[in-house]
């Protein structure tokens, strides 16, 4: 069974900072593109981040740009999300994801490629 399980969530003033963590198990996600995405209280799910299967291309919502940071780490199989600068209206929960087909050439910003997706991590940022 595979599983991606996020952590690194919490509650933080506005101003601070946040690592996420994305570990999948049950299988390796190095030649996958994985991405993350978030869902705020009553409004849709979104795209935050995503990167390419080898790290090489990002890709940003216009609203985290400048302050969030996509990477991986293949060799530890775990994505992160490193969050600077939040704001309050980056409370959400926090997913992230990976895509359905390895080695592809794009970096996707769209939900509907996403095949394997984790439970979600709750960021809280306080005014």
């Known amino acids: 069974q595979v599983q991606l399980v996020e952590s690194g969530g919490g509650l933080v003033q506005a101003g601070g900072s946040l690592r996420l963590s994305c570990a999948p198990s049950g299988r390796t996600f190095s030649a996958y593109g994985m991405g993350w995405f978030r869902q705020a209280p009553g409004k849709e799910r979104e795209f935050v981040a995503a990167?390419?299967?080898?790290?090489?291309?990002?890709a940003y919502a216009e609203s985290v740009k400048g302050r969030f940071t996509i990477s991986r780490d293949n060799a530890k199989n775990t994505l992160y999300l490193q969050m600077n600068s939040l704001k309050p209206e980056d409370t959400a929960v926090y997913y992230c994801?990976?895509?359905?087909?390895?080695?592809?050439?794009?970096?996707?910003?769209?939900?509907?490629?996403?095949?394997?997706w984790g439970q979600g991590t709750q960021v809280t940022v306080s005014s």
């Open positions: 990167i390419k299967w080898g790290g090489t291309s990002t």
């Open positions: 994801a990976a895509d359905s087909h390895p080695y592809s050439v794009t970096v996707s910003v769209n939900q509907e490629t996403y095949n394997y």
